[in-house]
């Protein structure tokens, strides 16, 4: 019983703290950049970041333009909020945005933290973790 009572301690105190995994931001959600997100729907080509990244949330909700790996959002549902990516802080590694400005297809996890702040990072945000 006295090996017992400190097990249970612990097994409660690990219960009972956050995970490690935990997100504490507006939103996060995994995409593809792919070409059909560098062209807008009036078939102008896209030539900055911040265009692509609005044109891959209105290809997800608003034309049904979805890469495989694209999740939703629940931020940039309308025109209106897509706006947000002209006037944010994007936060993003700039050999990263030199890959997506060359046309290069990439998969990126978008984390919305504040409704001026944005971290894009590369690869893919496995949601059941943590």
Same mark, same amino acid.
């Given at each position: 019983?006295? /090996?017992?009572?400190?097990? &249970?301690?612990?097994?409660?105190?690990?219960?009972? &703290?956050? %995970?490690?995994?935990? *997100?504490?931001? $507006?939103?996060? *959600?995994?995409?593809?950049?792919?070409?059909?997100?560098? @062209?807008?729907? #009036?078939?102008?080509?896209?030539?900055?970041? #911040?265009?692509? $990244?609005?044109?891959? #949330?209105?290809? *997800?909700? #608003?034309?049904? %333009?979805?890469? /495989? +790996?694209?999740?939703?959002?629940?931020?940039?549902?309308?025109?209106?909020?897509?706006?947000?990516?002209?006037?944010?802080?994007?936060?993003?590694?700039?050999?990263?945005? /030199? %890959?997506? $400005?060359?046309?290069?297809? @990439?998969?990126?996890? +978008?984390?919305? $933290?504040? %409704?001026?702040?944005?971290?894009?990072?590369?690869?893919?945000?496995?949601?059941? @973790?943590?």
């Amino acid at each position: 019983m006295k /090996r017992l009572i400190p097990l &249970l301690v612990l097994a409660l105190l690990c219960f009972s &703290l956050p %995970r490690a995994g935990a *997100y504490d931001g $507006l939103d996060l *959600y995994n995409c593809r950049i792919s070409g059909k997100d560098r @062209v807008n729907s #009036r078939g102008n080509q896209l030539t900055t970041l #911040r265009d692509i $990244l609005a044109q891959d #949330r209105a290809n *997800y909700h #608003r034309f049904g %333009r979805r890469d /495989r +790996v694209d999740e939703s959002d629940m931020v940039f549902v309308t025109i209106a909020s897509r706006n947000l990516f002209q006037f944010a802080r994007i936060r993003i590694d700039p050999a990263l945005k /030199r %890959r997506i $400005l060359a046309g290069e297809n @990439v998969n990126l996890s +978008v984390f919305v $933290l504040r %409704r001026d702040l944005i971290d894009v990072q590369e690869g893919l945000i496995d949601h059941s @973790v943590g």
